[in-house]
């Protein structure tokens, strides 16, 4: 029985992995999370949103590249060695997140992500579910569905 | 249940082919008694298991189908040619009562009323009985194939009457010592219960052979209160004073179908003696494929009870050598497996072979790489990777058999429908081909073959006068032919009436009057769009729709076809294709500093630069004359968006392209690397369609090269190129979100 209260408790918790882009900080949640690798050289895409860095090849399997920081309008990343790319399965797709840098993976509780500010920023409400406060810093979680590429008029 | 529904309807379809099989043989005059034998168990497994199904009409129609067969089998009636047309008719009728089974629809009433009633017909006439058969077919429904594990399980037993009963067992193996009794240790995983079995009815069955005890354990049953969800816990132990002729082989059929779902145990004990011989391995039995011959209720070499896909085709294996009858011979032992295994693991050896190519590369710019320890360690490599693809590419092969005679039944039915009479000879149904591939060739096919029976073949009365047999012959024939699949239908019929056909094609302004065509030439125009000879639309061909639509499709799958045609010898069409649509011929280019890839199937020359007679026109367009025609120049890196348009194409090399509707244009790229087979990999499943891109590969060094869709590089005469304008004008919506 005391198995079981302890899952309720950790019902709300999750892990997340937080992440660096600029100064900024996000987080996603672990759960999405396949791997985390370094740089390596893309594809272009032909007529791909500017934020489509390109195609990588993952052991065999062919998938985007997301510039998360150009995603996200925080300015183009002229990708290099040091950075990183987050691959994470999301929507029966897999992806790679361009980032800065992966910081940590820390346990959260549900219950402590704020609402995003209602700023008038539509990039900010569409892809920013809310706000960990973590010691200092403040950790945006992402909202995975909105994130991924959406699909051209030409797709259908 | 719906699990279980796709596995019935897939075993169906084998035991389709199955019955066709045995019907191909029997107008062949090449049957023999267990060709009637295995047709019957075929129907009777489909009544069965549409019992299970509750698929009332199946279940009667397959009953009155059975019946008939029954008596071929006992012999009260003969096979002759009104029978065997009857039983194809009924096979075909069969067959659209499980394809509407399948899709949940209903077929009219009507339908296939006439073939019952013939058959029912044929059944009372041999036994002289009236419409008693009816209820008898509703009692099956409902007597014998409710329990379906169990009751399915004991027809195992070689029980022959194919009505299977719990008194009916037949002896099997050694008497068992009157003295013996087994002591049966049962528990039931979760998963059996899950799967809708019950072990009552399993007691019950045990229980017709013997004076049987039963003790439940219940010890180990959870509290009430935590008994949600809890796994399966209750054991039993069945001591069994058996009937002569039982033996622990009979007993461990009824647990058959729950293998690998229960701990069983099975001890045969001396009453005097305590437990005297623990006689099984706990795991399951195996049945190698030669064991069909023998009988089933031998002891069997133990095996992994999971392996429980591996157990059921073995049990078809079982089923299709009826227990302990001998039968003709050993059948291919055979597995199911999800198909997305099988694609998961062929995507991986794909993986291996680039990662071997990738390392091959690498060695090669290492000074060590004369090092032979190495090098041959890495040929060797090179090699198995290369087999190991091949193999696997294998599994997702399978024989045209089935497709080819899905075709045997469209002649049959267009024959019917045309008033001619015609056979179908089947040559190679044996050569393997891709599963996607065959499936997307039904179509063109049947369109093919509707064809040669409605305009090859000629009427009876011309046929004699041209002294060829009234029965007109259609053959397909499939063989492997330097790496690729050629299927080829021929007739031998009339031929192509080039003259009425080069008639046709100039009332439509497909060619000119004065233009000089050869026979070939003139055959070919019957793939042009819109052409049919045919003066009137008849049922089967001729609105239009004709062999322009089965080129594009054959195209689509990478493949080729051609036709060649011999006044009053016949018509032969012939189809090429790749073994898989995994792997693609292609010719490697460079675009601005891009590699890519251009399909072989769609290019037609390559001209190097300076080679080319360019000429300009307005807007920076430019055209290419070839052969006294001008062909519009694509600029790929333009129309991809790699680069601004090029000012001077002096060191561009041309490709030649031709789409699917035979329009041409010229692609203008930096270079060209080389003619390479590669392996196709999409671009939806992670991403979404790109305008003008086809799919993905990756190179021998790790890189992804795009596959330039070349159908989207031929500009339609004053919109542009739709890969270059619409594709940009989106990009710049998009990046608004």
């Known amino acids: 029985m005391s198995e079981q209260a302890t899952l309720e408790k950790t019902d709300n918790r999750m892990e997340i992995v937080s992440f660096t882009i600029g100064e900024q900080a996000f987080c996603l949640d672990i759960g999405h999370v396949l791997e985390i690798r370094g740089w390596t050289n893309t594809t272009t895409l032909p007529h791909a949103p500017d934020y489509v860095v390109g195609m990588m090849n993952l052991r065999g399997a062919v998938l985007p590249v997301i510039d998360l920081s150009m995603r996200l309008g925080l300015g183009k990343t002229i990708p290099e060695s040091r950075h990183v790319i987050i691959i994470a399965h999301i929507d029966e797709k897999s992806v790679g997140f361009l980032v800065d840098a992966v910081s940590n993976i820390i346990t959260v509780n549900l219950e402590e992500m704020k609402p995003t500010p209602e700023v008038s920023s539509t990039k900010t409400t569409a892809f920013i579910r809310g706000v960990y406060t973590l010691e200092e810093t403040i950790v945006r979680a992402i909202d995975v569905h909105q994130i991924m590429p959406q699909e051209t008029l030409t797709a259908a | ?737």
């Open chain 2, 1 to 737: 249940m719906s699990d279980l529904r796709d596995m019935f309807f897939e075993e169906c379809d084998d035991l389709l082919e199955v019955l066709s099989t045995g019907l191909d043989d029997l107008q062949n005059e090449n049957s023999d008694a267990e060709t009637i034998n295995s047709m019957f168990r075929s129907v009777h497994s489909i009544k069965g298991g549409a019992g299970a199904f509750g698929l009332d009409r199946l279940i009667k129609f397959a009953h009155a189908f059975e019946n008939v067969l029954d008596d071929l089998r006992s012999d009260k009636l003969a096979v002759d040619p009104t029978i065997t047309a009857l039983m194809f008719s009924g096979f075909d009728h069969l067959n659209d009562l499980v394809d509407a089974a399948r899709d949940d629809n209903d077929l009219p009433e009507t339908d296939g009323a006439a073939v019952l009633a013939e058959l029912k017909q044929t059944t009372q006439a041999a036994n002289g009985t009236t419409g008693a058969e009816d209820e008898d077919a509703n009692e099956v429904s409902e007597d014998d194939f409710v329990a379906l594990s169990v009751n399915i399980g004991l027809d195992l037993g070689g029980d022959d009457s194919g009505l299977p009963d719990l008194p009916g067992l037949p002896p099997l193996g050694e008497t068992s010592d009157g003295n013996s009794q087994f002591v049966v240790k049962f528990e039931a995983d979760s998963a059996l219960y899950a799967r809708g079995h019950d072990p009552a009815l399993l007691f019950r069955a045990i229980g017709e052979m013997g004076d049987l005890t039963i003790e439940a354990d219940c010890s180990a049953v959870a509290p009430l209160e935590s008994l949600q969800d809890a796994p399966a816990s209750i054991s039993w132990t069945l001591t069994l004073r058996p009937d002569d002729g039982i033996d622990e082989g009979t007993i461990r059929e009824i647990f058959e179908f729950v293998e690998g779902q229960c701990t069983l145990e099975i001890s045969e004990m001396m009453a005097e003696e305590e437990a005297s011989e623990l006689v099984v391995a706990p795991a399951p039995a195996a049945k190698a494929p030669e064991p069909v011959a023998k009988p089933i209720a031998q002891k069997s070499p133990a095996k992994a009870p999971k392996a429980e896909k591996v157990e059921k085709a073995n049990k078809q294996e079982a089923k299709g050598g009826d227990g302990g009858k001998k039968s003709s011979e050993p059948r291919n032992s055979t597995i199911r497996v999800d198909l997305n295994r099988v694609d998961r693991l062929i995507n991986l050896v794909g993986e291996l072979v680039i990662s071997e190519a990738m390392l091959r590369q690498s060695m090669n710019e290492l000074p060590v790489s004369a090092n032979s320890a190495v090098s041959e360690a890495i040929g060797q490599l090179k090699t198995l990777s290369g087999v190991l693809q091949e193999s696997v590419m294998a599994i997702r092969a399978q024989p045209v058999r089935g497709l080819f005679q899905r075709m045997s039944r469209i002649v049959r039915e267009s024959s019917r429908q045309a008033g001619k009479t015609s056979r179908l000879v089947m040559v190679g149904e044996a050569t393997e081909v891709d599963k996607t591939v065959t499936e997307r060739l039904v179509e063109p096919l049947t369109h093919m073959i509707r064809n040669s029976v409605d305009h090859g073949l000629e009427k009876a009365e011309d046929r004699l006068a041209a002294g060829k047999p009234e029965m007109g012959t259609i053959k397909l024939e499939a063989a492997h032919r330097s790496g690729r699949v050629v299927i080829s239908l021929s007739d031998d019929g009339a031929g192509v009436n080039r003259v009425k056909v080069r008639q046709k094609a100039e009332e439509k302004g497909l060619v000119r009057p004065e233009d000089d065509l050869t026979d070939s030439d003139i055959d070919n125009l019957l793939f042009r769009p819109g052409f049919s000879t045919a003066d009137e639309i008849s049922q089967l061909s001729g609105r239009g729709v004709g062999m322009d639509v089965v080129r594009s499709e054959i195209q689509a799958l990478g493949g080729r076809i051609n036709l060649q045609s011999e006044p009053n010898k016949g018509t032969t069409i012939t189809i090429s294709l790749p073994l898989t649509l995994a792997v693609m011929e292609g010719m490697l280019i460079e675009v601005a500093g891009e590699s890519l890839v251009v399909p072989t199937v769609a290019l037609r020359e390559t001209l190097q630069p300076g080679q080319a007679n360019i000429h300009d026109f307005c807007d920076g367009d430019r055209g290419l004359s070839v052969n006294d025609s001008m062909l519009p120049i694509v600029d790929l890196g333009e129309a991809l968006g790699f680069r601004s348009p090029l000012k001077n194409f002096n060191n561009q090399s041309l490709l030649l392209i031709e789409g699917e509707s035979g329009r041409r244009s010229a692609l203008a790229v930096d270079g060209i690397v080389e003619q390479r087979e590669v392996v196709i990999k999409g671009l939806e499943q992670n991403y979404q369609t790109i305008p003008g891109i086809a799919a993905a590969t990756i190179l021998g060094n790790g890189k992804i090269a795009l596959i330039v869709d070349t159908d989207q590089m031929i500009p339609s005469p004053g919109n542009g190129n739709p890969g270059l304008r619409k594709g940009s004008e989106l990009t710049e919506v998009n990046s608004y979100v």
